[in-house]
C-alpha cells in the first residue's frame, strides 16, 4: 500500500493551517488569488474520502477534524455516502515535516494553536513536472492566516519586480530564492544539476534545512540570456 494519500492529508493540515486559511501559494496555481484554496470541492472530496477510508485511525480522524474546520465544499454523490465520524485533533501530528522526495517539502511550525508562526521550504524541484517554476529553496512565512512573505504564483502571468510587468511568475523574482545581480536559477532545461539537500535538522527549539543550489545557477548547452544566469557562469 502506498504511502502517499495518508502523507497527502498530513500536507493538506499543515499547508492550510489546519483548515483555517487558504493552502500555502505554489508553482501553476492562477486560481489561488481567488482565494478559499482551501474551500474546493477538489481538496474537500479528497479529504472526505480519507475520513470515510480510514474512520478509526488518526489519519481519518484528522481528516475529519480538517473537514469541519475548512468547511470545504464537496460533490453530492460523496455526501451521500458519508457515514460522518468522529474528529481528532491536530495535537499529535508534529509541528515539523519533511517530505525527501518530490520537491522537499519542509514545513515547520510554533503550534496548533493561534496565533501559531508557520513556515514552508520547498528545497528542490520536482521531476517530470512539464511547467516547472525557478523556486528551488524558496520560503514563505506566516503568522495565523496573515502572509508576511509569500511567493507569487500563476502560470504566464508577469508581476511587477525590477521592472514593472516584465517578471514572469515562473521565475526566480517571483520566489523567495537567492540572486545574483538579479538573476536567480537557471531554467532547469539548462541547469548543470538539480539541488540538493545536503543536511535537515528538526528539533523541539529549531529547524534548518542545508540546501546545495550551486549546479541550479550555472548553466550549460545554451548561451540564450533568457534560460541562465550569466553572473552565476558556465
Known amino acids: 500500500e502506498t504511502l502517499f494519500y495518508r502523507e497527502a492529508v498530513d500536507f493538506v493540515i499543515h499547508s492550510s493551517h489546519g483548515g483555517k486559511s487558504d493552502l500555502y501559494p505554489y508553482n501553476d496555481d492562477a486560481n489561488w488569488k481567488n482565494g478559499n484554496s482551501s474551500k474546493t470541492i477538489y481538496l474537500g472530496n479528497f479529504m472526505t474520502m480519507a475520513a470515510i477510508l480510514w474512520p478509526n485511525e488518526a489519519v481519518g480522524k484528522h481528516a475529519r477534524q480538517w473537514i469541519t474546520t475548512a468547511s470545504p465544499s464537496s460533490s453530492t454523490q460523496l455526501k451521500a455516502v458519508d457515514p460522518g465520524g468522529s474528529a481528532q485533533s491536530f495535537a499529535d501530528i508534529s509541528l515539523d515535516r519533511y517530505s525527501s522526495g518530490g520537491l522537499a517539502s519542509f514545513f515547520s511550525r510554533s503550534s496548533w494553536t493561534d496565533p501559531a508562526v508557520s513556515t514552508w521550504w520547498t528545497l528542490k524541484t520536482p521531476s517530470r513536472v512539464g511547467h516547472k517554476h525557478r523556486d528551488p529553496a524558496?520560503?514563505?512565512?506566516?503568522?495565523?492566516?496573515?502572509?508576511?512573505?509569500?511567493?507569487?504564483?500563476?502560470?504566464?502571468?508577469?508581476?511587477?519586480?525590477?521592472?514593472?510587468?516584465?517578471?514572469?511568475?515562473?521565475?526566480?523574482?517571483?520566489?523567495?530564492?537567492?540572486?545574483?545581480?538579479?538573476?536567480?536559477?537557471?531554467?532547469?532545461?539548462?541547469?548543470?544539476?538539480?539541488?540538493?539537500?545536503?543536511?535537515?535538522?528538526?528539533?523541539?527549539?529549531?529547524?534548518?534545512?542545508?540546501?546545495?543550489?550551486?549546479?541550479?545557477?550555472?548553466?550549460?548547452?545554451?548561451?540564450?540570456?533568457?534560460?541562465?544566469?550569466?553572473?552565476?557562469?558556465?
Open 138 to 234: 524558496s520560503w514563505q512565512i506566516r503568522r495565523g492566516s496573515d502572509f508576511l512573505s509569500r511567493e507569487s504564483v500563476g502560470y504566464s502571468e508577469t508581476i511587477t519586480g525590477d521592472k514593472p510587468n516584465t517578471n514572469k511568475v515562473s521565475g526566480a523574482l517571483a520566489h523567495n530564492v537567492p540572486t545574483y545581480n538579479g538573476f536567480g536559477q537557471v531554467d532547469s532545461a539548462y541547469w548543470k544539476g538539480s539541488p540538493s539537500v545536503t543536511e535537515t535538522s528538526l528539533q523541539p527549539e529549531y529547524t534548518y534545512a542545508a540546501v546545495n543550489l550551486s549546479n541550479a545557477y550555472q548553466y550549460q548547452n545554451t548561451t540564450n540570456i533568457n534560460y541562465i544566469n550569466p553572473y552565476a557562469g558556465a
